[in-house]
Every structure is written in C-alpha cells, then in structure tokens.
C-alpha cells in the first residue's frame, strides 16, 4: 500500500486489550441473536504476511478454560477486524475465541493463492500462539465476500487433514467470491459432519449468487445439514432495510447494525453453532429449518410490523441473471466456471447488439429501470472527521435516486442514472467513468450521492466485457454508447451546455477520448466543461492531434495520492502537459498526502475515491474529493471566483486545506504543483509508464528526479 516493500526484522510484540463495548441496540434480548453473558478481550500479535497489520483473537475475558474456535475470514480490503467489529463482539459474547487474520488486497486480486497462504499462516500463528484458549475439538468457518469463497478450501484442510471439529464443525458463509485452491473432488468430497449456512442477500449486486449456489450444490455436505438462504430488503413502515453486499459489516465499514444482522446474521450463526458445537437441538429449527416459520422469522419493526421475512430451504436459486453482477459468473477470473454451467442464465446478447433501451424494454418487459432512494442512505455517523458543514463540499439540498438500464451495445455491465428529486429546470450533467474493478455507482456512493445532492445528474455507465481483455477501443465504445443512451432517456431534463467529466483510474485514462466525443464531436459544454481525473490509467483512442485542438474553455484537474502502488504518476503527468491548450489558470496538479497522529492512520492510495464497503470516508473523501468537484462544478457551470479559488487555486490557502483531526490538529495540507515530476521511480508502480502497451511512451518523456522535500515533510504540522 503506501509503504515501501522491504523486509525488517520485527521484535515480536504481543498484547492484550478489553474490547470496549459497541454502540446499537439489539432487539433480541435473549436466545439466539441475544449477546451472551461473558465479557469480550481482545489479544494481538503480528501478521507474518502483511506488514504493520494483526492477527486478532477476540474472545471471552475467562482464561481459565479452551473456547471452541471459530475462524473468520474478511472481505478483500477488510484486514481491520473494525469492519466487523459488532459481529466479532458478538460470537466472542456467546463463548467463542475468532481468530481474524489478515491478507492484502492486492496480492488476493492478483494471486489469490497467496492471499490463501496468508490466511493458513495467520490461522497457524494464531492456533500456535493461543492454543490453550482454543477449543480445537469443536471448530466453525464464518466467511464473508472474497474470504467466503476461501472458506471452502481453508476449511477442508482443517477439518479433513488436521482432524479439528471431532465433536462438531460448521461452515457460515456469506455472497462468496470465486472458489480457488479446491478440486471438484476435495469439494464433493468434504467432511459430512460439517453443518452449512450458505447465505446471499437480495440486493448484492458485487458477487454474483452462482458462486453461492455452486458450492452449495457440490459441497459433500448431507442435504439435511445445510440450508440456503437469501436475506430480502425491505422499505415498509419506516427505515429502510437495504440486504447489499456489505450486510455483515459494521459502523466502521460504513453500515449500522439493524434487524439484517440481528435476526438474519447473528440469530443464524448462533443456532448454526449451537447446533453444531454444541448438540442443541432445538438450535437446528432455527438453524436449518428450511424456511419453517421460526428460521424465516427477522422480527418486528417499532410499531409491530414485522419485517420481511427470509427466504430458506435446501434448493440453492439465484434472483437476477449476469449482468446484474460486478464480479459474474461466466468471468475468467472464475476457475470453476467451466465446471459448472448456468448458460441458461446468461442473457442473449447476440439479439440486442443493435437494439436501444427503449426497444429492449419493449422486447423484455420488466427491466425498466426503477428508482432506488436507498442509494441516498449511507451514513456519516461514527467517522473519525467530521464532514463538511457549509460551503463547498457540504452536502446539497436534494435527495437522491438511482435509476439502473441495461446497456444498449454488447456488454456485460448497466447504466445508471442518478438524479437529484425534485429538481424543475434542466441540470448539468456529470458523466463518472469508474475504474476497471468497480463498476457500480455503489462503489463511490459517498462521492457520488454529495455531487448529485449540489442538483446535478451523473451518469454511470458501465464498460465491462465478459472476458478480460485489453480490448480498450471496445471499453471506450461502451462508455460512449452508455453514455448516449442515457442522455436520451434524460431528455430535456438534461443541459447538455453545460457538462463534466470525473474518472478515476482505467475511467481516469479514458476522459480524454469521452471529453472530446461530446466536447469536440457533439459541441456540447459551451457554456462550462471541467474534467476531473483522479490516479489515471493509460490513455487510449486519443492523439496528439485531440491534445492540440482540445477545447481551451476546459477546466481541468488532476489528482495523485502519496500512497499510489498502482498506476504511475507520469500518466497524470503527461495529461498535464499535453493539455496545452488550456490555460494554467485553469488547470491544477494536485498530490494528496497520507498522514498519521496518535496512531491513526489517513492512507492516500489507489483506492481513497472509493466510499462504500471496504473503505471508509474520510478527510479525503471529504476535502480532496467532494469539496474539488463541487467547486470545479460551481467555477465551470456559474463562473463562481471563490469556486475557482478553491478548485484551481494554483496552491492557494483555500484550496490545499484538508481539515483537522478531531482534536484540531491541521490534516497534511494538499501538495498543487503546475509544473509536476514524479518523485518515484517506475518500479514502484504495477503499471508503470514504460509498459509496452502504454501508447504514450513514445509521445511523452518523463524527466526522473530524486524525491522532492514535500514527501517527506512532517505531516499535518504546519
């Protein structure tokens, strides 16, 4: 991540801390789903795979017996066990020691064998480390995301070759991932003592539910010890239930605790190991009931209504097809895909190449897009900075809704449209192209919810293929169809004379070529145009003819972060560069800082626009992110001079502030430069500029440089 990779010798510290309890109300005040009677410790030891991060074991306070051991394995980018912080609470409350260790997530998404033998080794370090508190006669496996798909493989080897779980073993998992390090045979043929949860939730639309339903249909596991179940959201009489990809996770993953994990997580993975650890009988009604009345039960609502109940039973289904999925199941990052076919859930893309939205809503009737206020439901409440008050950056005046289409040309992804409500005049519109992996509006809902909240609609299209490929003029077709194909459906509602563009990473690389298209092509944006490129791939379909007649009217801004492993920052570079025909007033290289005080961290890296799930929101998000679009916006659509000041402010006081920590101590201030070099060398970058498929590597030569004085001035001190 932001610090360098080299090998220190470590002097081996370990402790232990009470866990202070957790803020929320849980409804169920006893039985399964209830917090137990022991009071909750937390011990801590160095991870021997992910530098300056933890193994954790939560467990009960009492050391004077051996707990029965649970497992747990996080979700990609989740190795802090406060993103699950509630539930690890909990299962330590009922009488079990969890070990949480932790993988990085760039090596799980490029290696997810090594991400595996992170987890084996975190789990031996741990078993090693605190074995006379652990139980290893009764063990359960709790998964969730990318870690529910290891569960498969990291179980077996504990329960079939190391012999754990003789009086009992369970597996929970939670809108798997792809399954690796696993055979058909080892899968077919796992331990039949060991009980199952497998457990999908309605309104995942990150992990595609075929994952899910082929473990649970191949797993060798008796049909009458597992169930299948699927959480349902609900929007009845009062807050709204939203059963996402991120269900499981708590306050600091940006989620707050509700009926979803009382009754559908916690009360489940009680009975389930009640059940299975320790021979309750009545736990299995509630456990592997196969969707009687008391399993479906998810309780009550204040004014007694009951919530919408789940669905379970011992048929596995999935709810939407493939292209409702970021990560899908016919996807070549899948390595059981051609083990197991679901072609007849694959849509028939062949018959719709050609077609629009319009006639395809006509041809399938029910894919109309429909609008989705949950979006606008995310919380800022429990972060360590404070958001933005007044001015710009601050939240807006409007609600707002998500509408998604399928995409009009051969692709696997949608479009969305996210609009404000109520809004009686025509709007500007913002088109955000999304990095390579996160191709839902979802992923950056934070940022996007405070930009539509200002009265601007945004368009999201998506660009994604069903294979990998480097088929970039394919991607940028996408992007530009999408993007057409939901200007017609806002119609007038739409002021095409004023337009943006925001891209982040592969999204980043392609402003230039999608600016152009409706800058340059369709003369659109006359009366303001800004592009906002934040950590940008390669570029692609643009040559230097586009950079000397792009639109000098064009605002411009582009940001790096100190933390950056991925995407070199000579792509940002030359973009600066090479835009020569917008004026230096009217354009800014940003570099946002990571910073440190009193042992909290504030990482700048690859991944910071991204504000759901797996990362929270932060000074970044607030002041680097928010508080720049909402300005470029105002000084492009209104020609607002204090806007300007703050977007292309060229360093000025107004535009390099980040806010305080909570005790008032200033953030590390924002680095803007009009003359950029990069202060890395390119081997500190995966895709550095040097790449062979980089088409600007013959057009552009960076100048190297040793490390200027900004990287390594004292953080958030001035």
Known sequence: MKRPLFTLLKIVLFFSAVWPASGGTNPIDSGYGADGPFRVCRDSMPSPSMREASIHLFRPCRTDTAWPVIFFLHGIGAHDPANYRELLEHLASRGHAVIYPPYTQAIAMARPQAAYKSLREGFERGVTQWRTLLDSTRIGFIGHSYGGGAVPAISRQWIAERKWGARGAFLYIMAPWYSYDISPQQLESFPEKTALIMQVFEHDFINDHRMAKDIFDNIGIPETRKNFIILRSDSSNGTPLYAGHNVPVGAAGGESCNQLDYYGVWRLVDALGDYALRGDTAARVVALGSGNDTQRFMGLRPDGTPVRELTGGHTAFVLHPQNSYLNFWNHASNPRYKLT??????????????????????????????????????????????????????????????????????????????????????????????????????????????????????????????????????????????????????????????????????????????????????????????????????????????????????????????????????????????????????????????????????????????????????????????????????????????????????????????????????????????????????????????????????????????????????????
Do not use: C
């Open 341 to 718: 076919s679901f072609f007849e859930d694959r849509p028939d893309w062949r018959q719709r190449r050609h077609t629009t939205i319009r006639n395809y809503m006509t041809m399938r009737p029910g894919t109309e897009g429909t609008p989705d206020s949950m979006f606008a439901s995310h919380s800022t409440e429990g972060l360590l900075f404070a958001p933005i008050d007044s001015g710009y950056g601050a939240q807006g005046p409007y609600k707002v809704t998500k509408r998604d289409f399928p995409h009009p040309d051969f692709g696997h992804g949608k479009i969305y449209l996210i609009s404000p409500e109520g809004i009686d005049h025509p709007a500007p519109v913002i088109l955000f192209l999304h990095g390579f992996k996160w191709a839902m509006p979802d992923y950056y809902q934070g940022f996007i919810t405070n930009i539509v909240s200002q009265g601007y609609h945004v368009v999201f299209p998506s660009y994604l293929l069903y294979h990998v490929t480097f088929n970039n003029k394919r991607r940028y077709d996408l992007m530009v169809s999408g993007a057409e194909e939901a200007f017609e459906i806002l119609g007038p509602a739409a002021d095409t004379s004023r337009i943006g563009f925001i891209g982040h990473s592969y999204g980043g690389g392609a402003v230039p070529a999608i600016a152009w298209h409706f800058l340059k092509l369709r003369e659109w944006g006359r009366a303001g145009a800004f592009m906002f490129i934040i950590a940008p791939w390669y570029v692609f379909n643009f040559n230097q003819y586009q950079f000397d007649y792009f639109p000098a009217h064009a605002k411009m801004l582009l940001q790096v972060y100190e933390g950056e492993r991925f995407n070199d920052w000579r792509m940002a570079e030359d973009l600066f560069y090479s835009f020569t025909t917008i004026p230096a007033a009217n354009k800014d290289f940003m570099i946002v800082h990571s910073d440190h005080y009193k042992g909290r961290q504030l990482e700048a890296e690859h991944v910071s626009p991204l504000s759901t799930g797996d990362d929270d929101i932060d000074a970044i998000d607030f002041h680097a992110l928010y508080r720049m679009a909402d300005a470029l916006a105002a000084a492009s659509f209104r020609n607002d001079t204090a806007a300007q000041t703050v977007a292309l402010g060229n360093g000025s006081a107004a535009q390099i502030n980040m806010g305080t920590w909570p005790d008032g101590t200033p953030v590390t201030r924002l680095t803007v430069t009009d003359r950029p070099v990069n202060p890395h060398f390119q081997k500190h970058f995966l895709f550095n500029w040097n790449r062979p498929w980089n088409p600007r590597r013959r057009h552009y030569t960076p100048v190297e440089k040793a490390k200027p004085g900004w990287l390594y001035r004292e953080k958030g001190r001035d």
